[in-house]
């Protein structure tokens, strides 16, 4: 390596270090029985109908994917407003890249990104990975976005902000009337990026809809996801909205053939199964109010979410240390010490058993803590 000449931009970067699988714990800890509930996964799989849709595209792997980017981009259109065409939709290989290509199209020659210090870090990865800086603001004192400082962190090199709502790790949103007040504020060269990536999971009426800031024609993207709700994040599909002359510069950053035809089939059929939609969501809602009375239970704090997991915040113990314990019980959970939250972990909300064996090992873990029962 000492002979290579490596980019100094990349050597910046920090690793972003995914939540551990079932598989890697059962190899360290010689369990058979692990749950996973770190990385905010459907609990109840993908819908029938894109498991069917995939299976059929395999038949197929053999060919470069044709027209179905296409096709799931003229129904994303309509879906996201009545008067958006398949201009207005551009498809990634999951969030997770379009966040990427949207940095690198915007962030290449030392300018910044301004986001909050409590968020998904993949945005100041990705502005460190492209030579930009980031500027992460403080959160607000219940950990939620705080607009105001974000408005106050725009400079004149400002290139990108990034807003994730509902947020990841907190699962809260910026209301509609906070997110018009910041855009009043948000100069002409700047672009904001909502990351919507947990909205279908999201029932406040005071959730806004960024495809309205798009229809009105400001410098807004937004960024939503078939990882979370359609159950398919093995299989990597994303998708933009954005003015038209957005999406088409942003392609100049995209990769060619950079989703297969078996997820983007998978995606599509997955629009079609309303039942799946509904069942996904009520199994979400239900179970969080059925968590949150188990850590009012335990007397632990916590963030009411708007999305698929909890986040649960002033432990008696460090976030690392509880979350390797709980694995040793057979469940993955997410500790946040790397988000800034190091007395924090991230919880997924699983099916009611998966949920009930989580408190169970929680609660056995916290009495082991000070000899008594949370109980």
Known sequence: MSALRLNPSLLKVPLYIAGKSVAEVQEALGLDDVLKLAS??????????????????LAEAHRYPGLADRDLRRRLGPLTRPDFTEQHIMIGNGATDLIRLITQAFIFDG???????????LYHICATMFGGTPVLAPPAANLGFDLPALAAAIGPDTRLVFI??????????CRQPEVDDFLRQVP????VVFDESYRDFADDPALPDPADYVAEGRNVIVIRSFSKSAGLANLRVGYAV???DLVE?????????????????????SLDDQAYQERSRRLVHDELQWLYAALDALDLSY????????????L????????ERLSHRGVIVRPMGGWGLPAAIRVTVGAPEHNQRFAAALEAELAGLNGRSYA
């Open 40 to 57: 905010n996964e459907n609990a109840i799989g993908p819908s029938p109908l894109a498991l069917a849709a995939a299976q059929q595209a």
């Open 242 to 244: 954005a003015r038209p």
């Open 249 to 269: 510069y942003l392609h100049r950053a995209q990769l060619p053939f950079n989703t297969g035809t078996p997820a983007l089939v998978a995606a599509t059929a």
């Open 164 to 173: 994730c709502t509902p947020n990841n790790p907190t699962g809260m949103i």
């Open 188 to 191: 002409e060269h700047v672009l």
């Open 111 to 121: 300018g910044e990104m301004v986001t909050s210090a409590i968020t998904f870090p």
């Open 303 to 314: 963030v009411r979410s708007q999305a698929n997991f909890v986040l649960i915040t002033d």
């Open 316 to 323: 008696p113990i460090d976030g690392f240390t509880l979350a």
